[in-house]
């Protein structure tokens, strides 16, 4: 059997994009109430927990562990990362991290990564989703691995880990690639790599049992200043709600709507 | 010293429209430089001197394209230290992105993605929250990191100019180290239809083409668009993930989107309702596409289609 993994699995706590989502209070931040796991981490989840079962799970000595930062509700995210299956979580947490833009986020979590690190062995991959449905600006996997110094295999579509090394397939613009990377890894998946598994009764019983750890930034050796609003190097300056987009003419169609279609193209001046 | 620094990565034998349109931007800041990987043919350099590109940077190792990301970031930090340059233009690519992030740890400069606009002070605007929100954001650093969507300036020549000077910029010699290793590349099939995030015109189809994308695909060739699909027609198989519009897709703004068969859920909303004009057909007089289509034909895609398709050659001639 191969060698047993540390992952450490990067999910968050977004808003639900089923419902109007808000951007509000002096750093225009994103209003977090009715949020869930964002759903591209499931993927990174599942992908972490098949890797771990090929080595023969926990008792094998594999860990899995889900890591979110966020405020308190936050630690709704890794209770449902539980639930799905993660051997244990992490909840960093901290005042002073309200705000934080990617750069300041990624300081922290890489504090994090490694204070996870020095807690037993040192983790060997870093899994993240391809992206957070609120943000979405797919900027923390890279940030991240720069600064763990670990490469980064970003937005792949699968992934198999052998020894020491790591490879992964993603598309990129006109290619197909295969890339290949060495332990340590940060790597970020996307929807096609894999179908997630959802929570069973057994498993949200087996989740009261799990152990979730909370960091503060003391713990994790960061200084306030070093993040939130006042360590990001980015400002959201002012933040408007579009109006919604209104409904225009409805036809339905008696037999010449292509024709209409086409005279609406051109009054628009689109054809 | 430039003003602003524009990455283009790789073009081939001519450079993309994106490319284009991120040297109009930079001009609007100031002087412009552009840090260059690949070939530099005499074709791209006059264009590059056309939108008034001072200096072309070009890296001293050749095997950049080996390796994902971390060399390139490497190198386009070294190329804003021999620049100058205050604002850095990547395109919205993954990879874009991707080197975008690193650059702003390596450089200690704030990032801005799915830039849709910048001032001449460096304020850059974007849409948030799946289009329901307009912001502004700056950064509060020395060096600001933009990375642009496509499709939001016409690109502008200034005319007649010189050819630019080239300078060669050092990668670092442990740019590779800590880099994933591309040990192979395939080239995916070629439409010839436009690119996606780029087209002028998008029409995509859902889970109402029920297998058969040949009207959507003959109404995007007659209106010289890109195809498209939602997440329902893509994970049927019908169509490659490629085309996949929505938040875990691509994100569209064309000047127009024809959207057929596609219900609207929120997935797919998300990728597409920036688009300047939305026109709708579906069956299904409830489906939510209605409420944000500036247009919708409630009725049955496989005659829709076809009649508009045949009317615009009629009308083209």
């Known amino acids: ?271 | 010293m430039a003003n602003a620094l524009v990455f283009i990565d790789n073009p081939g034998a001519a450079l993309k429209k994106s490319s284009l349109e991120l040297l109009t931007i930079a001009r609007s800041l100031g002087e412009t430089a552009v840090a260059f990987t690949g070939e530099l043919n005499d074709d791209v350099a006059a264009t590059l001197g056309a939108y008034g590109v001072t200096t072309v940077y070009v890296p001293s190792a050749e095997d950049l394209d080996n390796y994902l990301v971390g060399p390139k970031a490497a190198y386009l930090a070294a190329a804003v230290a021999a620049s100058g340059a205050t604002a850095v233009l990547l395109d919205n690519s993954p990879e874009g992105k991707d080197i975008a992030g690193r650059l702003g740890i390596k450089l200690n400069a704030g990032v801005i993605t799915d830039v849709v606009g910048v001032e001449a002070d460096g304020t850059a605007h974007k849409s948030v929250l799946a289009g329901s929100y307009n912001t502004t954001a700056k950064a509060t650093t020395p060096v600001t990191v933009l990375s642009v969507k496509a499709n939001n300036v016409e690109p502008a020549p200034v005319g007649a100019a010189p050819a630019p000077a080239t300078a060669t910029v050092d990668v670092p010699a442990d740019a590779i180290a800590n880099s994933a290793r591309i040990a192979a590349r395939t080239e995916k099939p070629v439409s010839g239809r436009p690119d996606l995030s780029e087209a002028r015109i998008v029409v995509a189809g859902g889970r109402g083409v029920d297998g058969d994308f040949a009207p959507v695909e003959e109404l995007a060739d007659a209106l010289g668009a890109a195809v498209g699909a939602s997440r329902a027609a893509t994970d049927a198989g019908w169509i490659g993930h490629d085309a996949q519009v929505g938040q875990t897709g691509v994100t569209v703004s064309p000047q127009l989107y024809i959207s057929a068969g596609i219900s609207g859920a929120i997935q797919q909303k998300a990728g597409m309702q920036t688009s300047k004009v939305i026109v709708a057909i579906n069956k299904d007089a409830e489906s939510p596409v209605f409420e944000i289509a500036d247009y919708g034909i409630i009725g049955d895609l496989f005659k829709v289609l076809p009649q508009a398709t045949a009317e615009i050659k009629k009308r083209k001639g």
């Not at chain 1, 880990?161 to 998946?189: C, H, I, K, M, Y």
């Not at chain 1, 959201?236 to 209104?246: C, D, K, L, N, Y």
């Open chain 1, 1 to 271: 059997m191969e060698e047993t993994l540390k992952i450490v699995v990067l999910v968050k706590h977004v808003p639900d994009a089923q419902f109007d989502r808000h951007i509000t209070g002096p750093g225009n931040t994103t209003d977090r109430d009715e949020s869930i796991l964002s759903e591209l981490d499931e993927y990174a989840l599942e992908a972490a927990l098949q890797l771990a079962e090929e080595r023969g799970g926990p008792k094998a000595g594999n860990e899995v562990i889900a890591l979110s930062m966020g405020p308190s509700g936050a630690v709704n995210a890794v209770k449902k990362s539980l639930q799905i299956g993660a051997y244990s979580g992490v909840h960093l947490s901290d005042d002073a991290l309200a705000g934080s833009d990617a750069a300041a986020t990624s300081l922290a979590l890489a504090a994090a990564i490694r204070h996870i690190s020095a807690d037993g062995r040192p983790v060997d991959l870093v899994l993240t989703g391809m992206a957070s449905t609120d943000g979405e600006t797919s900027l923390i996997p890279a940030q991240l691995a720069e600064r763990l110094s670990f490469p980064q295999v970003t937005f792949a579509s699968s992934l198999e880990v052998s020894g020491n090394q790591v490879t992964a397939r993603r598309d990129a613009g006109a290619f197909s690639e295969t890339v290949e990377a060495q332990l340590p890894a940060v790597v970020s998946v996307t929807d096609q790599i894999n179908e997630p598994r959802y929570p069973n009764f057994k498993g949200i019983l087996a989740a009261k049992k799990k152990k979730i750890a909370s960091l503060s930034l003391a713990d994790i050796g960061v200084d306030a200043a070093q993040v939130g609003l006042a360590g990001s190097w980015t400002v959201v300056e002012s933040a408007e709600a579009r109006p919604p987009r209104t409904a225009g003419t409805i036809i339905t169609d008696d037999g010449d709507a292509g024709i209409k279609l086409v005279d609406f193209l051109a009054a628009q001046k689109l054809l």
